[in-house]
């Protein structure tokens, strides 16, 4: 009943920039953190960037300085900056939220589709 709809993936020679939006639609009552992961090929997905409730953020080491992560609370959407792209960074980018779609209900976890970003020459 809610859902991820992520936008912004594509093609990038290394160096260069992408920016990823995510944007939860459905019964929303709240959402707690937000955030990206990544899966490339043959290995296990793993946490990019989080940004909670309230704005703190949280990168993985790798991305610290290149990657910024946003949200707009009003729009209930995610974004994630990437600059100085490596073509190691290539990978599906999930989104993921934790949602609450109502008051006495507990929160739940829900993935977006994937979006494919490719850095290559």
């Known amino acids: 009943q809610v859902q991820l709809v992520e936008s912004g993936g594509g093609l990038v020679q290394p160096g260069g920039s992408l920016r990823l939006s995510c944007t939860a639609s459905g019964r929303i009552f709240s959402i707690n953190g937000m955030g990206w992961y990544r899966q490339a090929p043959g290995k296990e997905r793993e946490p990019v960037a989080v940004v909670a409730s309230g704005g703190s953020t949280n990168l993985a080491d790798s991305v610290k300085g290149r990657f910024t992560i946003s949200r707009d609370n009003a729009k209930n959407t995610v974004n994630l900056q990437m600059n100085s792209l490596k073509p190691e960074n290539t990978a599906v980018y999930y989104c993921?939220?934790?949602?609450?779609?109502?008051?006495?209900?507990?929160?739940?976890?829900?993935w977006g589709q994937g979006t494919l970003v490719t850095v290559s020459s």
């Open positions: 993921n939220a934790r949602v609450r779609s109502a008051l006495w209900e507990e929160y739940v976890e829900v």
